[in-house]
C-alpha cells in the first residue's frame, strides 16, 4: 500500500472545477513534483492534502489513514509557503520551536531539536535574528527546518523557491533534495519551472486543466511526452507537423521529406496530419554525424548561447531548433545557408493530442 | 459562532454612532410642543449672531486654505527636490500640532504676541485675525501636509521638474502649471479637512476673542435647549459634506487614472 | 545672487548653492518657528520662570496641590478610561469586520464613517450627547417612559467622569478603526496558515502570533487615542461649562481670567500638558515604528 494516495480528487469552487479526478499515489520516502502552469490546480491539490481546503469529492490517506475529517492541525503535515511565513514577532529559534511548543513537549527536547534543526540548515549562528534581519533564501531555509522540526509524516514545499534570485534558487534547491534524502520523508513539491521539478523529483506529476497529464520519472517525462501539452511544457522540443502517407509502414512526410519512424502511427489515415516531437540535441549537422534519417532545411537563425550553438531552421511549415556543442573547431551555420540534421529515427516521437 | 460574535460587535458598533446622531436630530426638531417642526432650524438660522459668526469662520477656512497651500506645496516639493536630507525633521515637526494641545499653543501666542511685545499681532482686529489665521494653519499642518506628501510622492517631481526647465520654465511656472495640478486632489483634500476642523474650531478662537462659530455653538449651548442641537445635526452635515468631497475628489482620481 | 548662467567655473559657484538650496525651505521654517515652536517654547520656559524672569521650581512644585494634582488625576482617568475603552470597542469592531466573515461591502462605508465621526468632535458632538443621554435626552427619556429604567436614579449624569468618557468614545473608536484596520489586513493569511500546518489550534495563533503581532499598533494607538483624549478641551467645555475640572478646562480659566492667581503657575499646567502628552506620543512612535519594521 502506497503511503499517501489521493483517489479520485476533486474540487470546485463555486461552478468552476479546478481539480478533476486526480489520482495519485506516493511511496513512503519519495520526492514527487507538481508541475504546471499557474491555475492548473497542483497548488489546490496541495492545499487538500494539508486540509486547508476541502475536497469537493475523492479521498486522501495517509499512511493507511483517511484525513476526511482531520483539521489541519491534526494531521501532522509539515509545509513551507512561497512567501517564507515566518512569525515575524519570533526569532530563528522560536519559528523553529513553534510546532514543538504548541505540541506541549518539554523544554530540553525542544531545545535539542532545535538545534538539531538549525545544524541541518546550517544556521546555527543565526539562531537569535529575526526574520527581517535575513535573505529570502535565509528565511526559506529556517521555514524548511521549522516545518521539519515536528517530525512531520509528510512534507509539503509550495512553490518554495520562487521568490528568491536565480543563484540562491538552484543552490536551495539542492539543499532541500539533499536534506529529503538524509530524513527520507516523503515530500511533494509544486513548482512551474520544469528545471526545478526535472532535477531534484523522483517522479513528476505533469499537471494541466486540473488533470494529471502524465506521471513519471524526469526522464520519461522529458524524453517520452505524453501529450502535446506535457511536450510543451517541458522542454524546448521541436514539434512538428507531419502528413500521413504509409500509416502501415510508418511513413510521413515533412515538407516533401519523407520520414520512417520507428513508433506505430496507430489508427491514422493517409492524409492525415500528426505531431511529431524532436529534442533539440537529438541531432547533428557535422559531416561525421550519425543517423538512419535526415531532414535538410534552410538555415533562419543561428545564435551562440555559450555551451551551445542554438540553430534554427526551416523545413517545410515547420521550424526545427536543434543544439550543438560548441568546440574551437566548429564552424557555426550562417542564415540562408542549406544544412541537414541527422538522427536517429526512433527520436521522433508521435505526440497525441 | 464567529459570524454571530462580528454581528454582534457591528451592531454594538453602529448603534453607538447612530443613535447620538439619531437623538441630536430627534431633539433639534422638537421645539414646538407636541409635534415635529424646523422651528429651531429658523431660529437659528435667523439669528444675526449665527450669520455674522458662520460668514467668519467660513472666510477664516478659506484664508486658512489658500495660506496653507501656498506654504506647503512649495515647501513640500522643495524638499522631495533638493532637501531630502530634511524630510525626516520635517515630517516630525509637522507631526508636533498632534502632540502640543491647541490650547497650550494658543497659551504661548497669548504670551508672546501681546500689545507689549516685539510682534504685538493681539494689538489690533486684524492683527489677531491673522494670528488666529496662522493658529488654524498650525492645526491643520499635519493634516495639510501629510496628504500633499503623499500626492508628490506618487508623481515623478524630479523628472518633470527637469522637463518643464528644459522646455524654459521657471519656477513658479513649474510649482503653479506642472506641480500643482498634479497633487490637485491631494491638495483638495488637504483642503477640506482643513475647513472642517477650522469650522467648528472652539479653543484658539474663545481665548483670542474671535467672533468665530464654535464660540458662537458654546454659548448657544450654555443658554438655548433645542437650537444648540439644531446646529449639531448642521455641522455633522458640514463634516459630512467634507469628508464626502474628499472621497469623491479621491475617487475621481482613481478613476482618472485607472482611464490613462 | 549669482545667476545660473554666469560663467563661473563650478568649484568657485558651489558655495553660493548650498544657501539657495536651504532658502526654498525658509518660510516654512520661519513659520514654523514662529506660529509653533517658540510660542510652544514660550509655556516651557515660563513654566520655571519667577514674573521677574529668573529661574525657579516653584512653578512645577506649585502643581502639587490638591486641587491641580486631582485636576491631573481626572483628565488622566477620563483619557485612559477612553483610549483604553475605544481601543477595545473599535478593535472588536475592525477584527469583526476584517476577520469576522462579514460581507465585503460593508468596509468601505464603516471606514468613510469612521473618517467622518473621528472629526466629528467640539462643541457640536457635545450637543449630541446632550440631547442623547442628557436629562431629556433621547436614550434618557425612552429607557424611564418604556422601561421604567431611572439613569438619574442609578448615578448616571452626562456631567461627569463617566459622561464625558462616553462621549470622547465617539472620535476614540472610529480612531481605533481607523488605525488598527490596517494592521488588522497586515495579517497574512499564510501566519494562520503555518501555525495550524505546525499544529496550533485557533487559540495558540491568536495567543502566540497574531496577538503579539498585533500589540505595538494596539499599544501605540492606546497612546495616541489618551493624548487625543487630554488635549480636548471643546468638547468638555461645552458638555460641562466648568463643573468638572480637568486639566484643558482648569487652563482655559487660567487664560481667561487667572483663576489660580499666579500667571506663571498657568505656564506650568500647560507645561504639564506637554509632558503627558508628549510621553503619550513618544510611545505611540517608538511602538510603530517596531512594528512597521516587523511587517515590512
Redesign the interface.
Known amino acids: 500500500m502506497s503511503f499517501l494516495t489521493l483517489t479520485s480528487l476533486q474540487k470546485s469552487f463555486g461552478p468552476v472545477q479546478v481539480v478533476k479526478d486526480f489520482n495519485m499515489s506516493i511511496e513512503k520516502g519519495e520526492f514527487i513534483s507538481f508541475l504546471g502552469p499557474s491555475g492548473c490546480g497542483k497548488t489546490t491539490v496541495l492545499r487538500m492534502i494539508a486540509g486547508f481546503e476541502t475536497p469537493s469529492g475523492g479521498a486522501i490517506t495517509i499512511d493507511g489513514r483517511s484525513q476526511q475529517n482531520l483539521r489541519p492541525n491534526q494531521r501532522n503535515i509539515g509545509m513551507v509557503f512561497q512567501a517564507y511565513a515566518l512569525f515575524p514577532n519570533m526569532n530563528v529559534a522560536e519559528n523553529v520551536a513553534f510546532g514543538l511548543k504548541v505540541a506541549g513537549r518539554p523544554k530540553a527536547e525542544i531545545d535539542a531539536r532545535v538545534k538539531e534543526m538549525l545544524g541541518l540548515i546550517k544556521l546555527d549562528h543565526l539562531a537569535d535574528r529575526y526574520p527581517y534581519q535575513m535573505s529570502g533564501g535565509q528565511q526559506q531555509r529556517v521555514a524548511l527546518a521549522r516545518a521539519l522540526a515536528p517530525k512531520p509524516q509528510v512534507l509539503l514545499l509550495d512553490e518554495p523557491l520562487s521568490a528568491l534570485d536565480a543563484k540562491i534558487r538552484v543552490s536551495l534547491r539542492e539543499e532541500i533534495r539533499q536534506i529529503q534524502q538524509q530524513l527520507g520523508i516523503t515530500t511533494v513539491f509544486v513548482t512551474h519551472d520544469q528545471e526545478e521539478a526535472l532535477s531534484i523529483s523522483d517522479r513528476i506529476v505533469v499537471m494541466n486543466a486540473g488533470k494529471a497529464d502524465q506521471i513519471g520519472k524526469p526522464a520519461d517525462i522529458y524524453n517520452r511526452p505524453a501529450t502535446r501539452f506535457v511536450a510543451n511544457f517541458v522542454g524546448t522540443l521541436n514539434l512538428i507537423e507531419a502528413k500521413v502517407v504509409d500509416p502501415a509502414a510508418n511513413r510521413v512526410s515533412i515538407g516533401d521529406q519523407g520520414v520512417t519512424l520507428r513508433e506505430p502511427l496507430g489508427n491514422a489515415k493517409a492524409g492525415d496530419t500528426v505531431s511529431l516531437a524532436l529534442r533539440p540535441e537529438a541531432g547533428s549537422t557535422a559531416p561525421d554525424a550519425r543517423g538512419d534519417t535526415a531532414l535538410t532545411g534552410e538555415v533562419v537563425s543561428s545564435n551562440f548561447l555559450g555551451s551551445v550553438i542554438r540553430t534554427r531552421m526551416k523545413v517545410g511549415d515547420s521550424i526545427i531548433s536543434f543544439d550543438m556543442f560548441n568546440s574551437p573547431g566548429l564552424v557555426p551555420p550562417t542564415v540562408g545557408e542549406t544544412v541537414t540534421l541527422r538522427f536517429t529515427a526512433g527520436d521522433l516521437l508521435v505526440i497525441r493530442d | 459562532m464567529r459570524k454571530f460574535w462580528a454581528w454582534g460587535a457591528l451592531i454594538f458598533g453602529m448603534l453607538y454612532f447612530i443613535l447620538p446622531l439619531l437623538g441630536m436630530t430627534n431633539f433639534s426638531l422638537k421645539m414646538r410642543r407636541g409635534v415635529y417642526s424646523l422651528d429651531a432650524y429658523a431660529v437659528v438660522l435667523g439669528d444675526p449672531r449665527f450669520q455674522a459668526t458662520f460668514t467668519y469662520s467660513i472666510l477664516m477656512a478659506l484664508a486658512t486654505i489658500v495660506f496653507g497651500v501656498l506654504l506647503v506645496v512649495p515647501t513640500a516639493y522643495w524638499v522631495r527636490l533638493k532637501l531630502p536630507g530634511l524630510r525626516p525633521y520635517i515630517e516630525f515637526v509637522t507631526l508636533l500640532p498632534l502632540v502640543i494641545p491647541a490650547i497650550v499653543i494658543v497659551f504661548g501666542y497669548i504670551r508672546l504676541y501681546n500689545t507689549s511685545s516685539w510682534l504685538p499681532l493681539t494689538g489690533s482686529i486684524t492683527g489677531t485675525n491673522i494670528l488666529l489665521m496662522f493658529g488654524y494653519a498650525t492645526l491643520a499642518l499635519p493634516y495639510m501636509y501629510r496628504s500633499v506628501d503623499t500626492g508628490l510622492r506618487s508623481i515623478d517631481i524630479a523628472t518633470l521638474t527637469e522637463a518643464a526647465q528644459s522646455l524654459g520654465a521657471g519656477w513658479t511656472t513649474i510649482l503653479a502649471r506642472i506641480i500643482l495640478p498634479n497633487v490637485l486632489v491631494a491638495v483638495l483634500s488637504g483642503a477640506f479637512l482643513t475647513f472642517a476642523i477650522v469650522i467648528g474650531e472652539f479653543t484658539m478662537a474663545a481665548l483670542l476673542n474671535r467672533p468665530a462659530f464654535g464660540p458662537y455653538m458654546q454659548l448657544l449651548g450654555a443658554n438655548r435647549a433645542y437650537e444648540p442641537a439644531a446646529l449639531a445635526v448642521m455641522s455633522f452635515a458640514l463634516t459630512w459634506g467634507c469628508l464626502g468631497l474628499i472621497q469623491l475628489v479621491s475617487r475621481f482620481q482613481k478613476g482618472a487614472q485607472s482611464a490613462t | 545672487m549669482s545667476s545660473d548662467s554666469s560663467a563661473a567655473p563650478p568649484p568657485a559657484r558651489a558655495p553660493f548653492r548650498l544657501p539657495l538650496?536651504?532658502l526654498?525651505?525658509a518660510?516654512?521654517a520661519i513659520?514654523?518657528l514662529?506660529?509653533?515652536i517658540?510660542?510652544?517654547?514660550?509655556?516651557v520656559v515660563?513654566a520655571f520662570q519667577t514674573p521677574d524672569g529668573s529661574f525657579t521650581l516653584d512653578n512645577i512644585r506649585g502643581l502639587f496641590t490638591t486641587s491641580i494634582l486631582s485636576a491631573y488625576w481626572i483628565s488622566i482617568k477620563i483619557s485612559i478610561a477612553s483610549a483604553l475603552l475605544g481601543c477595545l470597542?473599535?478593535f472588536?469592531?475592525a477584527?469583526?469586520?476584517v476577520?469576522?466573515?462579514?460581507p465585503k461591502w460593508?468596509r468601505g462605508p464603516?471606514l468613510?464613517?469612521s473618517?467622518?465621526?473621528s472629526?466629528?468632535a467640539?462643541?457640536?458632538?457635545?450637543?449630541?450627547?446632550?440631547?442623547?443621554?442628557g436629562p431629556v435626552?433621547?436614550?434618557t427619556v425612552f429607557l424611564k417612559s418604556q422601561l421604567g429604567i431611572d439613569l438619574r436614579a442609578l448615578g448616571f449624569n452626562i456631567l461627569s467622569f463617566w459622561g464625558l468618557t462616553i462621549t470622547y468614545?465617539?472620535f476614540q473608536?472610529?480612531l481605533m478603526?481607523l488605525i488598527i484596520t490596517p494592521a488588522l489586513d497586515g495579517l497574512?493569511r499564510?501566519?494562520r496558515?503555518?501555525?495550524?500546518?505546525?499544529?496550533?489550534?485557533n487559540a495558540?495563533y491568536w495567543r502566540?502570533?497574531a496577538f503579539?503581532?498585533l500589540l505595538p499598533s494596539f499599544l501605540g494607538t492606546l497612546a495616541l487615542l489618551f493624548?487625543n483624549a487630554?488635549?480636548a478641551?471643546?468638547t468638555a467645555?461645552?458638555l460641562t461649562?466648568s463643573s468638572l475640572s480637568i486639566v484643558?478646562i482648569l487652563?482655559?480659566a487660567q487664560?481667561?481670567g487667572d483663576v489660580l492667581g499666579n500667571p506663571h503657575l498657568?505656564y506650568a499646567l500647560?507645561f504639564g500638558?506637554?509632558v503627558v502628552?508628549?510621553i503619550a506620543?513618544t510611545i505611540y512612535i517608538w511602538l510603530r515604528a517596531r512594528s512597521e519594521?516587523?511587517?515590512?
Open positions: 538650496h536651504w526654498g525651505a518660510p516654512f513659520f514654523v514662529l506660529f509653533l517658540m510660542p510652544t517654547m514660550r509655556i515660563g470597542i473599535g472588536s469592531v477584527s469583526a469586520v476577520l469576522g466573515g462579514l460593508i464603516l468613510t464613517f473618517g467622518v465621526a472629526n466629528f467640539g462643541v457640536p458632538l457635545a450637543f449630541a450627547f446632550l440631547a442623547t443621554l435626552g433621547l436614550i468614545l465617539f473608536i472610529p478603526i497574512k499564510e501566519w496558515e503555518a501555525a495550524q500546518i505546525l499544529g496550533a489550534t495558540q502566540m502570533v503579539p503581532i493624548a487630554f488635549g478641551v471643546a467645555i461645552a461649562g484643558p487652563l482655559f487664560i481667561r498657568g500647560a500638558m506637554i502628552t508628549g506620543n519594521r516587523w511587517l515590512k
